[in-house]
C-alpha cells in the first residue's frame, strides 16, 4: 500500500524519479506526475483508467511559471487569474509546444490552474516542473476528498499520498475558456459562476450540455457511486425494496432511519454543502442499500454545481462512460 505523510520531501523525491503521487489540493485530491515527462503522464492514465482523450489539468505555484507553459493569457483569463489564483479555477490557454500533447489530448489549449493548499504550494515551489493532476479516483467514480479516500482506491497503485487534510472546497475547479475574448465556462465548480461575472461580467455557461467525449470535461456520468442514485424532490421518495440511502440538503426525512440519511449541510450553507458532498456520497455508498435518493440542492452559489455533479452521478447506466 501507498505510504501516507505529509513529507513533500519525499513527495519531491518520487516525482522527480518519473513516479505518481497523490497530492491534496483545496478542490478534491488529485493523482500527480511530472507534467512533462511523457512517461510519467502516460502512467498517470494508466493507474486512473482513463481514456487518452480527457486531457489533464497542470498545477503550479505561480504566474510566472504559468508564462513557461502558455503562450498567451487573454485580457479577461489574467482578470480572472489575479482575483481567484490560488484557488479553484482552471484556465484553458494556448500551450507552448514543452507540454506534451498527451496531456491536452493533442488540443491547442492547456488546462493550468494554481491551487490554494499550503502544503501543495510548497511541493510545487521545490518543483521546477509543473504537475499534470486529474483528480485522484478511478475513471468515473467520485472524486477523492481525503487521503483515505485515496488509498481505498488507488492506494495499492501509488506509492505515496501526500496528506494534507480533507479538502476544503470539496468539488472539483471550475473550468473556464476563452474564445475572441468571451469567456465560457466549461465545468461548473468550486468558484461560483456568479463570483466569475463579478470580474468579466457575463459568461456562457455550456457545461451540462453533452455526453459526448468530444467535448473534454463534459462527460455526462461521472462522478458516479456504484449504486444506482435517483435525483430528484424529496416527495418524490417512495424507496422500493430493500432499505435505501438518503442525500439531502438541511433536513432529515421525518419517516425515515436516520442512520440511512447524510445531511449536506444542517444549516444550508452551500459551501458546506460542497465540502461534505462526496464524502456523503462514499458514505451512503458502503452502506448495505440498494439505491441512493439525492435531493436537489437550492441553485444559488456553488449550489449549480453541485447539481451538476448529482446530475452525472444520476445519468443512466447505458449513458456512463465505461472507461
Ligand atoms: O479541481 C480540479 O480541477 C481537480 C484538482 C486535482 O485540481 N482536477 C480535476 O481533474 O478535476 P480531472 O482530470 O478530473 O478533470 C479535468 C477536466 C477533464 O474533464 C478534462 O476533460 C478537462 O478538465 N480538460 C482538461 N484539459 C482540457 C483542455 N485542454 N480542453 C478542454 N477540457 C480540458
Ligand atoms: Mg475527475
Redesign the pocket.
Known sequence: MATISNDIGLAKAFLVRGELVA?P?E????LAGNALDEQAVLSIFEVKNRPSF????I?TDSLEKVHQYVSEIPEAALALAQRFWPG?L?L?LPKKSIVPDLV??G?D???V?I?QHGLLLDLLKELDFPLA????NPFGYI?PTTAAHVNAQLGSRIPYILDGGASRVGI??T?V?FEDGQATV??L??LAVDEIEKVIGAVNVTAHSSSNPAA????KS?YAPRKPLFLGNRESFTPGHGECGYLLFDQYLNDRDTKYQRLLSPSGNMHEAAHNLFACLRELDALDIATIYAEKVPVAGLGAAINDRLQRAAAPQHDQAKN
Open positions: 497530492i489540493t478542490t478534491v485530491y488529485g480527457d486531457p489533464l489539468i498545477h479553484p482552471t484553458l491536452t489530448s488540443l489549449r492547456v488546462a490552474r491551487p493532476a486529474p483528480s485522484a472524486s472539483e475547479s473550468i475558456g466549461y465545468r465548480g468550486g473534454p470535461g463534459m462527460l461521472h
